[in-house]
Every structure is written in C-alpha cells, then in structure tokens.
C-alpha cells in the first residue's frame, strides 16, 4: 500500500469547514483514497473513500486533486464531537484489505 | 444490527499470565482483522482471517501469540506469557465477503485495553 502524508495537528472553529490534507504521490491507479477517524479511548471509524471522483456522503467531503497524489477530507461545519484523530490511508481495491495506519493528523475544534 | 463486539473491554494481566481477547464481527460478516495500538501510535495491522483460516499473519510476533477464527464463535487473540511491551489497546474490525472488485470498508470495534502489570 501507498504511504500517506499528513499534518501531525490542525486547530478549526467550531461552525467553520475543516479541511484536512493528505499528500499520497505514489498511489497506484488501483489504489483507493480512504478516510478513518479515531474519537479518543474508541475504535477507528470509517468516513469515507474514492478512486478519482470527489465524494459526498452525509459526514464529510472527499476531494481528490486530478493527478491523484493528493486529496482533502472537509468536514464542512465542525462540532465538538469531530474533535479526533483522522487517518488517511490508501489501499488496493478487491482481495483483502490489510489497512495500514500512519501517525494520522490531530483535528481540535475550537469552541 | 450489532457492531462488532469485543471482550473484555478491559484486561489486567500480571507478568506470565495468558491474555485471552474476543472479538464477535458484524452478522454477515466473514473476515476479521486484528490490529494493536501502543499509546501515542497508530494502529499496527497483526492478522487477517476469514472462518477458520488465517489469510495473514504478517504483523504478528512470531511467538506467544496466535489467532483463530472457528466456524462458531468469536474470533479469538491469544497471547501466552505476556509481557508489559504487550500493553496496548487492541482493536479488532470485521469486513463482508469480498465481491469482485469491491472495495468494503472494516467497521471496527471498540477495542480491548490490556495492562500486564
């Protein structure tokens, strides 16, 4: 699987879109874009994922830039409750899917 | 329809002793991921199994530890004579049978937290 860069932290106001960057440059064409974020002492929760075409579902945005090395997840009105560590990871589709967690970035909503 | 469902949610083992973590996936679900997160780390892929069978194994230390998925019955993580290296947070995902070319994503559980004093 491809390595993924991210900030290690980001601050964003309560109300305000956070967008959170990920740098992967060498992703394979059949690679998948996929977002996790982990709330504090749980378990790893699934956000959401792409291949090429930006993607909305009712948690966040997922804009992927047109060469594909890179992408951005927006949460577009942060809450307390976003406040959370989000991985992003990339992934071959079909077979199994071994997931491979970097360090992450560190989101704090700000009140 | 349950999440994925693990047991203890927290463990307290002294030096030598055998820790014994469970993890039940989602119904319908037939493979089941286990990863372990020291503090302050991400998450360590450890094995892959769907019903009874191991697919991977590659993230798991080579001794003292093991992993099964029966035909009935949660997944179990053993680990033998534990250490306080062993200490961490263990999570546990589960994913449907794959379909083609079908991406699924894991939903994991909350986690089972082992202090070996």
């Known amino acids: 699987d491809a390595k993924t860069t991210q900030p290690t932290s980001m601050d964003c106001a309560e109300g305000r879109a956070a967008n959170l960057p990920c740098n992967h440059s060498?992703?394979?064409?059949?690679?998948?874009v996929y977002w996790y974020r982990q709330i504090h002492s749980q378990g790893p929760q699934y956000i959401i994922h792409?291949?090429?075409n930006n993607e909305t579902n009712e948690m966040a945005s997922l804009i992927i830039t047109e060469d594909r090395k890179s992408s951005t997840l927006i949460l577009p009105h942060a809450t307390l409750r976003d406040t959370a560590v989000y991985y992003c990871?990339?992934?071959?589709?079909?077979?199994?899917?071994?997931?491979?967690f970097g360090t992450g970035t560190k989101l704090q909503v700000i009140p | 329809n349950a999440g994925v469902m693990q047991n203890p949610r927290h463990l307290v083992r002294r030096r030598g002793q055998e820790a014994r973590l469970r993890c039940s996936p989602m119904?319908?679900?037939?493979?089941v991921y286990w990863y372990r997160q020291l503090p302050e780390e991400g998450l360590k892929f450890m094995v892959y199994?769907?019903?009874?069978?191991?697919?991977?194994e590659s993230g798991m230390p080579k001794e003292r530890f093991s992993a099964e998925f029966p035909k009935e019955g949660p997944s179990i993580l053993r680990i033998q004579q534990v250490v306080r290296g062993d200490s961490a947070a263990y999570f546990c995902?589960?994913?449907?049978?794959?379909?083609?070319?079908?991406?699924?994503?894991?939903?994991f559980g909350p986690g089972t937290r082992l202090t070996v004093l």
């Open positions: 199994l769907q019903k009874e069978n191991i697919i991977d």
């Open positions: 995902a589960s994913s449907p049978p794959t379909s083609g070319n079908r991406n699924h994503e894991q939903f």
């Open positions: 060498t992703i394979s064409g059949n690679e998948y």
């Open positions: 990871i990339v992934r071959v589709s079909g077979g199994y899917q071994k997931v491979t």
């Open positions: 792409g291949l090429k």
């Open positions: 119904k319908g679900h037939s493979h």
